[in-house]
Every structure is written in structure tokens, then in C-alpha cells.
């Protein structure tokens, strides 16, 4: 009887552990296609068009996208890695529309502590996050060099409105 408890409480560690895992794997995004991409310009030579679209919602004002340009990297495990490169919005000529091109050497910056054990992991290593408008109704188009990924997430603002505290200053 012992035994089965052991055996049942570490396959419900062991299932707890694979959700956790799970949830923290980024999940692709599958294409909607809210807007025909031939409108957009064909990606130069050595880089690819990323798409994120999201579902429109009567909250879209209330939301904002942060996204990252980066790429998988064998990094040292104890210091700070950040992708160096450029990212310009252009408008797309005749529509109305924006979109990105990210430009990189491929080159990262990172702190410089000494890492004891100089152990190295792949991780994933971006420039510095963009916030832009959530619109349920337009795509966010972004052209990205070969090897290099887009990640994205929703920030939705509550509805409880806050008012800051004021400081009465003494006379």
C-alpha cells in the first residue's frame, strides 16, 4: 500500500511538471489572413515576411501587442544577451498600412560577468521588444532575416480606472 502511494503521488508530480512545461512552450500562431500579402512588398533576398494577426474583439482599444525580433543562440548561461540590429516602419505605399524590416549582423551584446562554470545553453536572444496598437483587423507585417523568428504577446488593460495619490507639499 505504501508503495502505490509513492507511485501515485510521483506520476501526479510528473503530470504537474509536463503542464507546467507545456504552458511554457510558445505556441505558433496559425494564419488567419485578414488581408491579402501580395499587397505587401516580396521579401528581399536573405530575409522572410512574418505575419501576426489577431482576433478583432469590441476590447481592441483596450490592448496592446509587444513583440521580439530574435533567433535561437548558444549563449553562456550567466550573463544578459541582447540581438543588435535596427527596426524601421515603412509605410506600405497607396494603403494606409505600416509595416517593419528588421536589419542585423547577427551579432548580440551581453553583460560581461564571469561565468564560473562556462557552461552554454540555446536560448532565444532579441532585440529590445516593440509595443504597437492591437487591431483585430489588420495584420502586423514584418520582414525578418533568414533564421531569425518573430514573438509576440496581448496585453489587455483591466477596467478598473486608478487615481495617483497627490503630495501636498508644507508651506
Known sequence: ???????????????????????NVTMAQSTIIKQDPSIFPKPEAGYKQMVIEVPHSDN??????EFTIGKMMEVDKCNTHRLQGSLEEKPLEGWGYNYYVFKSNGGAASTLMACPDNERVLKFVSAGPTVTNYNGRLPIVIYVPEGY???FRIFKAEDDIYRAAEVRQKK
Not at 1 to 23: D, Q, S, T, Y
Not at 60 to 65: H, P, V, Y
Open 149 to 151: 523568428d518573430v514573438q
Open 60 to 65: 481592441d482599444n483596450n490592448k496592446k501587442i
Open 1 to 23: 500500500m505504501h508503495m502505490k502511494k509513492k507511485i501515485v503521488k510521483g506520476l501526479g508530480v510528473g503530470l504537474l511538471l509536463a503542464f507546467i512545461g507545456f504552458n
